[in-house]
């Protein structure tokens, strides 16, 4: 039997729903609250699906902002649409995802930060400098979700790698460390699946959504005004 193609998500939408899901891994990207949303009626139609959550942690609503989609300083600095886009999860809907048996939880970087980017405005030793803050940031959030059974003793940990891109380097960094306390395996993925977006049941808005948020977050991630209450363990902000 052939491995499914795992589908990348963004922002949810319910016109999603008319795809043929369970032909899939569905990967969600970045810990949207509209995804979480979305899940509860996906696998209420598909029981037995495959979902790989993927968190960008340090986009986690650790203030547990109201659901009003316009409370998150983050959101209203990334989103082109509340109602579609939304807030980012907070650990109580990370700990409602981690109970459901068809999710896994896995990681997405820590600022979401893009490494041809960086690389192409840095040298090589700010450009490691960059990354390896980031990964540790993220391997020391990945340790609460451990504690919170987040994630599974003995199960793969899974990554998958902003904008697609996988950078040799970054890599090796990661595996590094997630090694130095973790003994599950790493898993990671990234541009070999496949885009929603390119399905013709996702509206035009949803089309546009992806070039937007692309722009506005390598405008915000290059200034570095990323608000620091997000990140206050960052010396580099």
Known sequence: MLKKQELMIHAWHDDM???KLDDYILSFDDGLYSQVLGIRKIVDIYPDINIHFYVTTGFINIDNC???????????????????????????????????????????GHRHLRPSLFKRNN????????????IDSMVEVALKFKDLQLIKNGAPILYCTPYNEKDDLVIALIRKGFNTFFSEPLIVTGPERLDIFDFDECPPALERYSKFINEKQQKIISAMRVPPKYFTELSIL
Not at 96 to 102: A, I, N, P, R, V
């Open 17 to 19: 729903l008319k795809i």
């Open 123 to 134: 040298s090589l030793n700010d450009y490691i400098y960059h990354m390896r803050k980031d």
């Open 66 to 108: 109201p659901r009003t989609f316009n409370e998150s300083d983050i959101a209203q600095d990334l989103a082109i649409n509340m109602e579609m886009y939304g807030d980012f999860v907070s650990y109580d809907d990370l700990i409602e995802l981690s109970k459901l048996k068809q999710v896994t939880i896995g990681f997405h």
